[in-house]
Protein backbone atom coordinates (compact mmCIF):
# COMPACT_ATOMS: atom_id res chain seq x y z
CA UNK A 1 0.00 0.00 0.00
CA UNK A 2 1.00 3.45 -0.64
CA UNK A 3 1.56 5.85 1.73
CA UNK A 4 -1.32 8.86 1.62
CA UNK A 5 1.33 11.33 2.65
CA UNK A 6 2.83 10.56 -0.46
CA UNK A 7 1.84 12.72 -3.69
CA UNK A 8 0.48 10.06 -6.17
CA UNK A 9 0.91 9.88 -9.90
CA UNK A 10 -1.76 11.49 -12.22
CA UNK A 11 -4.39 9.59 -12.56
CA UNK A 12 -4.05 9.37 -17.01
CA UNK A 13 -0.93 7.02 -15.67
CA UNK A 14 -3.46 4.18 -15.24
CA UNK A 15 -3.63 4.25 -19.04
CA UNK A 16 -0.08 3.03 -19.50
CA UNK A 17 -0.36 -0.88 -20.57
CA UNK A 18 -4.49 -0.59 -19.97
CA UNK A 19 -4.90 -1.77 -23.54
CA UNK A 20 -2.47 -5.22 -22.41
CA UNK A 21 -4.16 -5.36 -18.84
CA UNK A 22 -8.25 -5.34 -21.09
CA UNK A 23 -6.54 -7.98 -23.29
CA UNK A 24 -5.12 -10.40 -20.81
CA UNK A 25 -8.40 -10.10 -18.42
CA UNK A 26 -10.40 -11.08 -21.55
CA UNK A 27 -8.24 -13.95 -22.63
CA UNK A 28 -8.23 -15.16 -19.15
CA UNK A 29 -11.57 -15.72 -19.08
CA UNK A 30 -13.16 -16.41 -22.59
CA UNK A 31 -10.87 -19.87 -23.20
CA UNK A 32 -13.77 -21.48 -21.67
CA UNK A 33 -16.86 -19.87 -23.29
CA UNK A 34 -19.70 -21.63 -23.71
CA UNK A 35 -22.52 -19.77 -25.93
CA UNK A 36 -24.58 -17.26 -24.26
CA UNK A 37 -27.07 -14.96 -25.52
CA UNK A 38 -26.96 -11.26 -24.35
CA UNK A 39 -29.70 -8.97 -25.49
CA UNK A 40 -28.05 -5.77 -26.96
CA UNK A 41 -27.93 -2.01 -25.40
CA UNK A 42 -30.85 -0.33 -26.74
CA UNK A 43 -29.44 2.27 -29.32
CA UNK A 44 -32.81 4.65 -30.13
CA UNK A 45 -33.19 6.10 -26.93
CA UNK A 46 -30.65 7.05 -23.90
CA UNK A 47 -31.40 5.04 -20.50
CA UNK A 48 -33.23 6.63 -18.13
CA UNK A 49 -32.86 5.93 -14.56
CA UNK A 50 -33.46 7.61 -10.65
CA UNK A 51 -30.58 9.21 -8.71
CA UNK A 52 -29.00 6.09 -7.26
CA UNK A 53 -28.69 5.60 -3.68
CA UNK A 54 -26.47 3.00 -1.44
CA UNK A 55 -29.48 0.95 -1.49
CA UNK A 56 -29.83 0.76 -5.14
CA UNK A 57 -26.18 -0.70 -5.52
CA UNK A 58 -28.16 -4.10 -3.82
CA UNK A 59 -30.33 -4.45 -6.12
CA UNK A 60 -30.51 -4.54 -10.27
CA UNK A 61 -31.43 -1.94 -12.08
CA UNK A 62 -32.34 -1.34 -15.35
CA UNK A 63 -29.50 0.76 -16.64
CA UNK A 64 -25.80 1.01 -15.58
CA UNK A 65 -27.11 3.50 -12.93
CA UNK A 66 -25.96 2.20 -9.63
CA UNK A 67 -22.94 4.09 -7.33
CA UNK A 68 -20.31 2.20 -4.98
CA UNK A 69 -20.78 2.45 -1.40
CA UNK A 70 -17.20 1.42 -1.20
CA UNK A 71 -15.16 3.64 1.12
CA UNK A 72 -11.49 2.95 2.33
CA UNK A 73 -11.99 3.11 6.30
CA UNK A 74 -8.40 4.21 7.11
CA UNK A 75 -8.78 7.32 4.91
CA UNK A 76 -10.67 10.64 5.43
CA UNK A 77 -11.30 13.73 3.24
CA UNK A 78 -9.98 17.34 3.22
CA UNK A 79 -12.73 19.89 4.13
CA UNK A 80 -12.51 20.72 0.82
CA UNK A 81 -13.40 17.68 -0.77
CA UNK A 82 -16.63 18.18 -1.77
CA UNK A 83 -15.81 20.77 -4.40
CA UNK A 84 -12.48 19.07 -5.53
CA UNK A 85 -13.75 18.29 -9.05
CA UNK A 86 -15.79 20.65 -11.30
CA UNK A 87 -17.60 19.54 -14.56
CA UNK A 88 -18.63 21.60 -16.62
CA UNK A 89 -20.22 21.14 -19.95
CA UNK A 90 -20.37 17.65 -21.95
CA UNK A 91 -19.67 17.34 -25.58
CA UNK A 92 -20.59 14.03 -27.52
CA UNK A 93 -17.15 12.19 -28.81
CA UNK A 94 -17.73 9.84 -31.43
CA UNK A 95 -14.37 7.41 -32.01
CA UNK A 96 -12.95 7.85 -36.03
CA UNK A 97 -13.96 4.82 -36.63
CA UNK A 98 -17.87 4.97 -35.23
CA UNK A 99 -16.86 2.14 -32.84
CA UNK A 100 -18.39 4.08 -29.74
CA UNK A 101 -20.37 7.48 -29.06
CA UNK A 102 -19.79 8.59 -25.10
CA UNK A 103 -20.62 12.19 -23.63
CA UNK A 104 -17.50 13.30 -22.01
CA UNK A 105 -16.44 16.96 -20.05
CA UNK A 106 -15.29 19.95 -21.89
CA UNK A 107 -11.48 20.29 -21.83
CA UNK A 108 -10.78 16.84 -20.20
CA UNK A 109 -7.33 15.65 -21.42
CA UNK A 110 -7.46 12.94 -24.06
CA UNK A 111 -5.19 9.76 -25.06
CA UNK A 112 -6.35 6.53 -26.73
CA UNK A 113 -4.50 3.80 -28.20
CA UNK A 114 -5.54 1.16 -30.92
CA UNK A 115 -3.90 -2.30 -31.15
CA UNK A 116 -6.26 -5.67 -30.85
CA UNK A 117 -7.96 -3.62 -27.63
CA UNK A 118 -8.89 -0.02 -28.36
CA UNK A 119 -8.65 1.72 -25.40
CA UNK A 120 -9.96 5.71 -24.42
CA UNK A 121 -9.54 7.75 -21.47
CA UNK A 122 -10.45 11.34 -20.40
CA UNK A 123 -8.95 13.14 -17.48
CA UNK A 124 -9.95 15.84 -15.31
CA UNK A 125 -7.26 19.04 -15.61
CA UNK A 126 -6.55 18.32 -11.49
CA UNK A 127 -6.55 14.40 -11.66
CA UNK A 128 -9.31 14.13 -10.13
CA UNK A 129 -11.96 12.48 -12.30
CA UNK A 130 -11.55 9.82 -14.92
CA UNK A 131 -13.31 8.02 -17.64
CA UNK A 132 -11.88 4.97 -19.01
CA UNK A 133 -12.85 2.69 -22.22
CA UNK A 134 -11.39 -0.70 -23.17
CA UNK A 135 -13.03 -2.63 -26.51
CA UNK A 136 -11.79 -6.14 -27.38
CA UNK A 137 -13.45 -7.99 -30.31
CA UNK A 138 -14.32 -11.56 -29.81
CA UNK A 139 -15.97 -14.31 -31.05
CA UNK A 140 -16.88 -15.95 -28.12
CA UNK A 141 -20.01 -14.48 -26.13
CA UNK A 142 -19.54 -14.40 -22.45
CA UNK A 143 -21.73 -15.63 -19.80
CA UNK A 144 -22.31 -13.11 -16.84
CA UNK A 145 -20.36 -14.80 -14.42
CA UNK A 146 -17.49 -14.46 -16.90
CA UNK A 147 -18.55 -10.72 -17.75
CA UNK A 148 -18.02 -10.50 -13.29
CA UNK A 149 -14.31 -12.50 -13.46
CA UNK A 150 -13.18 -10.30 -16.25
CA UNK A 151 -14.07 -7.08 -14.52
CA UNK A 152 -12.96 -8.19 -10.99
CA UNK A 153 -9.47 -9.22 -12.64
CA UNK A 154 -9.60 -5.63 -14.71
CA UNK A 155 -10.35 -3.59 -11.60
CA UNK A 156 -7.90 -5.64 -9.42
CA UNK A 157 -4.81 -5.38 -11.74
CA UNK A 158 -5.34 -1.71 -12.56
CA UNK A 159 -6.51 -0.01 -9.22
CA UNK A 160 -6.05 -3.06 -6.70
CA UNK A 161 -2.46 -1.37 -5.87
CA UNK A 162 -4.23 2.01 -5.03
CA UNK A 163 -3.92 3.01 -1.45
CA UNK A 164 -6.82 1.67 0.68
CA UNK A 165 -8.36 -0.40 -2.24
CA UNK A 166 -11.72 -1.53 -1.62
CA UNK A 167 -14.07 -3.53 -4.02
CA UNK A 168 -17.70 -4.26 -3.82
CA UNK A 169 -19.76 -7.24 -5.19
CA UNK A 170 -21.14 -7.15 -8.73
CA UNK A 171 -24.08 -5.85 -9.40
CA UNK A 172 -26.31 -7.25 -12.37
CA UNK A 173 -27.55 -4.82 -14.78
CA UNK A 174 -31.11 -5.46 -16.16
CA UNK A 175 -29.28 -4.75 -19.84
CA UNK A 176 -26.83 -7.59 -19.50
CA UNK A 177 -23.87 -5.54 -18.43
CA UNK A 178 -22.13 -6.06 -14.63
CA UNK A 179 -21.57 -2.95 -12.33
CA UNK A 180 -18.30 -3.47 -10.40
CA UNK A 181 -17.98 -0.62 -7.93
CA UNK A 182 -14.76 0.06 -6.17
CA UNK A 183 -12.80 2.78 -3.91
CA UNK A 184 -9.21 3.80 -2.48
CA UNK A 185 -7.70 6.78 -1.42
CA UNK A 186 -5.62 9.02 -3.42
CA UNK A 187 -3.27 11.49 -2.33
CA UNK A 188 -3.33 14.59 -4.38
CA UNK A 189 -0.42 17.16 -3.40
CA UNK A 190 -0.64 15.65 0.38
CA UNK A 191 -4.44 16.06 0.72
CA UNK A 192 -6.10 12.53 0.86
CA UNK A 193 -9.33 12.26 -0.92
CA UNK A 194 -11.11 9.14 -0.88
CA UNK A 195 -12.11 8.57 -4.60
CA UNK A 196 -14.93 5.89 -5.98
CA UNK A 197 -15.21 3.79 -9.06
CA UNK A 198 -17.93 2.25 -11.57
CA UNK A 199 -16.62 -0.40 -14.18
CA UNK A 200 -19.23 -1.62 -16.46
CA UNK A 201 -18.45 -4.58 -18.06
CA UNK A 202 -20.83 -5.75 -21.28
CA UNK A 203 -20.62 -7.75 -24.40
CA UNK A 204 -22.60 -6.17 -27.40
CA UNK A 205 -22.30 -8.88 -30.39
CA UNK A 206 -18.89 -9.78 -30.48
CA UNK A 207 -17.74 -6.67 -29.07
CA UNK A 208 -17.07 -6.78 -25.00
CA UNK A 209 -16.40 -3.36 -23.36
CA UNK A 210 -15.16 -1.68 -19.91
CA UNK A 211 -16.16 1.61 -18.90
CA UNK A 212 -14.46 3.19 -15.89
CA UNK A 213 -15.61 6.48 -14.19
CA UNK A 214 -13.90 7.80 -11.10
CA UNK A 215 -14.89 10.49 -9.24
CA UNK A 216 -14.65 11.86 -5.42
CA UNK A 217 -16.71 10.20 -3.13
CA UNK A 218 -17.33 13.30 -1.36
CA UNK A 219 -19.11 14.79 -4.14
CA UNK A 220 -20.39 11.48 -5.62
CA UNK A 221 -24.54 12.11 -5.19
CA UNK A 222 -24.06 15.44 -7.14
CA UNK A 223 -21.39 14.49 -9.27
CA UNK A 224 -23.60 11.54 -10.68
CA UNK A 225 -26.95 13.59 -10.54
CA UNK A 226 -25.07 16.57 -12.53
CA UNK A 227 -22.94 14.65 -15.14
CA UNK A 228 -22.01 10.99 -14.42
CA UNK A 229 -25.05 9.33 -15.24
CA UNK A 230 -25.50 11.07 -18.38
CA UNK A 231 -21.65 10.00 -19.43
CA UNK A 232 -22.42 6.18 -18.45
CA UNK A 233 -26.00 6.32 -19.90
CA UNK A 234 -24.86 8.19 -23.22
CA UNK A 235 -22.55 5.08 -24.44
CA UNK A 236 -23.07 3.34 -26.88
CA UNK A 237 -21.31 0.48 -29.08
CA UNK A 238 -21.90 0.15 -33.00
CA UNK A 239 -21.63 -3.80 -33.24
CA UNK A 240 -20.96 -3.52 -36.62
CA UNK A 241 -17.71 -1.94 -36.59
CA UNK A 242 -14.75 -4.10 -36.45
CA UNK A 243 -11.36 -3.76 -34.07
CA UNK A 244 -9.32 -1.78 -35.15
Known amino acids: MRNTQQARQPMRVFLIGISTLFLAACGSVAATTPTATLAPRPTDVPIAADAPTAAAL ?3 TSAPVSQPTARPESATDSPNAK ?8 ETYTYKTGLFTIQIPVGWQHTESSTETVSASWVAPDNTGGIFIGLKQSSDTL ?3 QLI ?21 A ?21 AINMVGL ?3 EQRG ?12 AQSEQLWASHFETIV ?7 SVKIP
Open 58 to 60: LQP
Open 83 to 90: SILNIGEL
Open 143 to 145: TQE
Open 149 to 169: EFGNAYVQTVFGTENSFQSES
Open 171 to 191: VPQKDGSVLIPFGFNSALSGT
Open 199 to 201: TYM
Open 206 to 217: DKVSGLTVLFPD
Open 233 to 239: NSYKIDQ
